[in-house]
């Protein structure tokens, strides 16, 4: 791995997760700041907004692309929520390929009546990519996680203390630090707070296995967990009151070997306990959570990079399902309203893509979703209250303001 001689902030460069359905992700324990070079498969991010969705079916078809309005920053690896307001927040960014190797504290919020961004507040402390380490909490606020900025020169590290956004006043505050830092993904739970697990120690080059739990009604961190075995480049998602981790690596980085195996936790107890494997090793993986309770994992296989297959929380065991039309890591994975899903860009076949394409549970199939109007990969897509998606950032040769809409058949 290729350790820069400057400041790095360290804390999600691509942490996946996922709140009910599905999430803001990449990996938080990768440095968010170019602290190595990206590798192919780095996962997917997945949409936002996957909780309580409608049940309501539409026959199969491609839907269509347009330009949704520029942001305010270019973003790269950001945090987008939706809001309970239908409002979209999209928070930081962390630009990881030179020359602009930088990270962005400021937040701008989405309307989608008037199709237009506003700043809002920025951080009070900037931090890495945040994608995967930010969640939208019981109540409507937002908390994202810990980091730390380390500087391999000096092997030394500085804390970067967890935040909370506040909607109704538009800013940005400090709560309460981990007891035990860990810069693994982040996923809200049932009781309103939220379980941070796994990640690397970057100047000890060692992956973690503890685990953090925010309490929203305090702001304080306990320790929980931990997990079965230490884990990095893995993604975690709320499931059936529980959280599921999967896939990753022993090991720093892209060194391997990756994993195949799955962990649940269970918030009664506090602890975790291995379920069954998936199918083939998968790195930085992308899933969502399915309108019947399943999760669907597509992508980023380190055999395969087209193939997916499904979770089943009564039996705890793993099926695979149809492949898709491209490999795809490093895109985003996210539920529509007919219970659907919608696979958008990525990188495959050593370019970035603009293709798309959705998945039907029903029929276990992938069919063509049209094009995007440009290529990109880490970038962040969730959807609106009415159905469509908003695709936001990303990095195609340089870090994107650009953004665009997708309408489903039907929509």
Request: hydrophobic share 35%.
């Amino acid at each position: 791995m290729k350790k820069l001689h400057s400041a790095l902030h360290l804390s999600t460069l691509f942490a996946m997760s996922c709140t009910g359905g599905s999430t803001n992700a990449l990996a938080p324990d990768a440095p968010p700041n170019g602290g190595f070079d990206a590798e192919p498969n780095v996962g997917f991010d997945a949409g936002s907004d996957a909780a309580a969705l409608p049940e309501t079916r539409v026959a199969a078809c491609t839907g269509s692309w347009r330009a949704g309005p520029g942001l305010n920053d270019p973003r790269e690896q950001a945090a987008a929520l939706l809001l309970p307001d239908g409002r979209v927040l999209v928070a930081g960014a962390h630009h990881i390929d030179p020359p602009n190797q930088r990270d962005i504290g400021s937040s701008e919020i989405f309307d989608p009546t008037s199709e237009d961004w506003t700043p809002t507040g920025s951080f009070t402390e900037i931090r890495g990519s945040t994608r995967g380490l930010t969640v939208l909490l019981t109540g409507g606020k937002v908390l994202t996680s810990q980091q730390e900025s380390v500087n391999f020169k000096t092997q030394s590290t500085r804390p970067i203390p967890p935040e909370v956004y506040d909607p109704s006043i538009g800013t940005w505050s400090p709560t309460g630090w981990m007891t035990a830092f860990t810069n693994g993904p982040l996923v809200a739970l049932p009781d309103g707070g939220a379980l941070a697990m796994g990640g690397i120690d970057w100047l000890a080059d060692r992956t973690r296995a503890n685990a953090q739990r925010y309490h929203a009604d305090t702001g304080e961190w306990t320790e929980t967990g931990p997990l079965a075995g230490p884990r990095t480049g893995h993604f975690a998602i709320a499931v059936g009151g529980g959280v599921l981790v999967v896939g990753g690596s022993r090991t720093d980085c892209c060194a391997g070997p990756m994993l195949a195996g799955a962990e649940l936790y269970d918030p009664a107890t506090g602890l975790f306990r291995e379920v069954g494997p998936m199918s083939e090793p998968r790195w930085y993986p992308a899933c969502v959570l399915l309108t019947d309770g399943r999760v669907l994992a597509a992508g980023s296989g380190v055999q395969d990079g087209r193939t997916a297959e499904i979770y089943d929380p009564v039996s705890e065991t793993w099926t695979t399902t149809g492949s898709m039309q491209e490999p795809r890591s490093q895109g985003s994975l996210t539920l529509l309203h007919d219970g659907r899903v919608l696979a958008a860009g990525g990188f495959g076949d050593q370019t970035d893509l603009a293709s798309a394409e959705v998945f039907d549970p029903s029929t276990g199939t992938w069919s063509s979703a049209g094009s995007m109007g440009g290529r990109r990969r880490l970038h962040t897509a969730v959807t609106l209250q009415s159905g469509d998606v908003l695709v936001v950032g990303g990095f195609h040769f340089v870090q994107l303001t650009s953004t665009e809409i997708f309408t489903p058949c039907g929509g």
